[in-house]
């Protein structure tokens, strides 16, 4: 047997041709026949107290059909559900905080929703937001992370004595006699700032109830399909079979679009249930900076002992973390930071302890990274630091502490955001160390290129950083495989797709499991009514586990292609080719059948399906794995600025001047 060498090849994208042609569907594309339009009142305070709302001018207007407050949402109103509780870390302390759909007492961040407006266009629902009235009485906003925890600072939420969300302690080996041994201990405090995904397309929320079939359809920019179906049609008390998620084309999605729920996608729907009408919302690029979830903003006070060959005895990091006005998703970003800190490197004595904080911002969800960069900012910061104290090159350094070959897999001791070990399976970081110093050139640089090019009016500098990343967690993916008597194949998983691929790389792999042309695989992402399980697209897993899946079910398939040409060859199954869409008898070339011509064979119009097989050839699998992946890499650049150079947009910040 010979398979189709997809896999790993460059191949033309399946998904080019709609998207290049403009007949890719988004989220505002869906236009669907007496739709309404939803607008959101946001407020202007980052803290405040609701005390009245008025909306009689607004009810009055004629364009608008509706408008909502808290109050009329009824058993759906309350707070959002924990997306990620804690990992199983000794005397952790998490305090659970989630979103409301609409703000009723108080208002907590900047942007959150106070009232929807339902009007026959979303111009209408805008200038309608004009006549809301909304009496909101301020609070002092607590943004700063040291003074949230100061004892006079204002509480964001009832029951709770402080602006405390989390506090979590993990810890190997002994930092103080690590310390008290080193040739070198550095200590220095890291800000790092807040950051906001801005994707191709903003979020939205297009629904539709359909009455004749109690069928709720609802069209979202989400990650997560499947779980969005499941906890909306539980909170709207209708069986997960009534309700349908699509998400198509979102572009873009980078972690904040898996969020579970946006006050957006439990309103949107609702009201149209209410109101027997398809209803739409679209994000502006206005709302995407504050009622979209951000990620970022830690303050690190880190210490890391040396001995005098710049090999790192032990880490000692305390840290804040920034989580906005509400915790939905749990510790996964400060976990991450927590553990991605140790990076490729020995360690062998690390204390780690961060206090989630919260803050008058809207809410921190992972965003590109999900807490790993601010990790591996700090390592390689103290890293660069001392090479310099310790008068070692910053290639040098690392390569002297990286974890070796033959050490994996290593444990390292702590919980990381999947629950289990932070355990690396593999690794090799020494090749990408000497690729990447080799692409800068960075020997030059080290050995004089930097004083020349001082010594000619420019500053040139180098930037090196190395990073392991976790990838492929669980808990698992499925996928489903077919093929048609027309000869295409068709493959549906659970994941959604934000622009990484997805119909080309699942189907190059289940091209090379069934021996079909990649252009004859159709792969449908993002889709509930195509297939009901799995959990979604996050944390650089789509390709490990839902390929997995995909790879599975491929082969059962072919399992079924073998039998079946088997059978109808009259030969063992050993003596087949699989290839181009077809199965030859290898010693035969001109005994041949077409996939498609095998599909109706294992279809069959008379006799009996022997019982535990299924008919067609047709499977579906699931993976799960143990653990997550290592992936590891290393970047470099290097720059030079010369007198008179623009640097920035700013015309006064010129180089050499």
Known sequence: MTDTPYFGRRVPRNEDATLLTGRAQFIDDVDLPD??????????????????????????????????????????WGPGPLLVPPPPIEDIVFHERCQVPLARDRVLHAGEPVVAIVATSRYAAEDALEDVRVDLEPIDAVVDLHAALEQDAPVLHEGLDSNLAAHCVQQKGNYEEASANAELV????????????????????VANWDDSNGK????????????????????????????????????GGFGP????????????????????????????????????????????????????DGRILG?????????????????????????????????????????????????VTPVRGAGRQHGVFVMERMLDLAARELDIDRVEIRRRNYLAPDDFPHDHGLVYQDFSSLTYDSGNYAPALERAAEMIDFPAWRDGGRE???????????????????????????????IDPSGEVHVATGVGTQGQGHYTTLAQIVADAVGADVARVHVVTGDTREFNWGT???????????????????????????????????????????GAGKVTVAAEPDRSITLGDLASLANPLRGAVVPGTEPGLEATAYFGPARGATASGVHAMRD??????????????????
């Open 315 to 363: 880490v000692h990091d305390v840290f804040l973390h920034d989580t906005g006005a509400y915790d939905p998703y749990g510790l996964t970003v400060a976990i991450n930071a927590q553990c991605t800190l140790l990076g490729c490197y020995d360690v062998p004595a690390y204390y780690s302890e961060f206090t989630a904080v919260f803050t008058n911002r809207p809410i």
């Open 536 to 578: 979604g697209t996050f944390a650089s897993r789509g390709a490990v586990v839902a390929g997995h899946a995909c790879h599975a079910a491929g082969m059962a398939v072919r399992e079924k292609i073998v039998e079946c040409a088997a059978t109808h060859f009259g030969v063992d199954g050993e003596s087949l080719e699989l």
């Open 257 to 308: 679009k898996i969020m579970m729920f946006y006050p957006e996608e439990v309103v949107v729907p609702w009201i149209a249930m209410q109101l027997g009408r398809p209803v739409k919302w679209i994000e502006d690029r206005s709302e995407n900076f504050y009622a979209t979830t951000q990620e970022r903003s830690q303050i690190h006070d880190a210490k890391v002992a040396f001995d005098a």
């Open 216 to 251: 709720l359809t609802i069209w979202d920019t989400t990650q997560a399909p499947i779980p969005i179906r499941n906890g909306l049609a539980g909170l709207y008390g209708l069986a997960e079979r009534q309700v349908d998620v699509i998400a198509p084309f979102i572009g």
């Open 452 to 482: 020349e090019a001082h010594a000619a009016g420019a500053h040139e500098g180098v930037g090196i950083v190395s990073y392991v990343e976790g990838t492929g967690i669980g808990p698992y993916e499925g996928a489903r495989v077919s």
């Open 35 to 76: 739709m309404l339009h939803v607008a959101f009142w946001r407020s202007d305070f980052a803290h405040a107290r609701i005390t009245g709302v008025d909306l009689s001018a607004v009810r009055a207007r004629p364009d608008v059909v509706a408008a909502y407050v808290a109050d009329d949402l009824g058993d759906i």
């Open 186 to 205: 550095l200590e220095r405090r890291f800000h790092y700032d807040r950051g906001a995904s801005a994707a191709i397309e903003n979020r939205g929320v």
């Open 640 to 657: 030079c600025c010369r007198p008179g150079d623009v640097r920035r947009a700013d015309p006064r910040l010129r180089c050499g001047a």
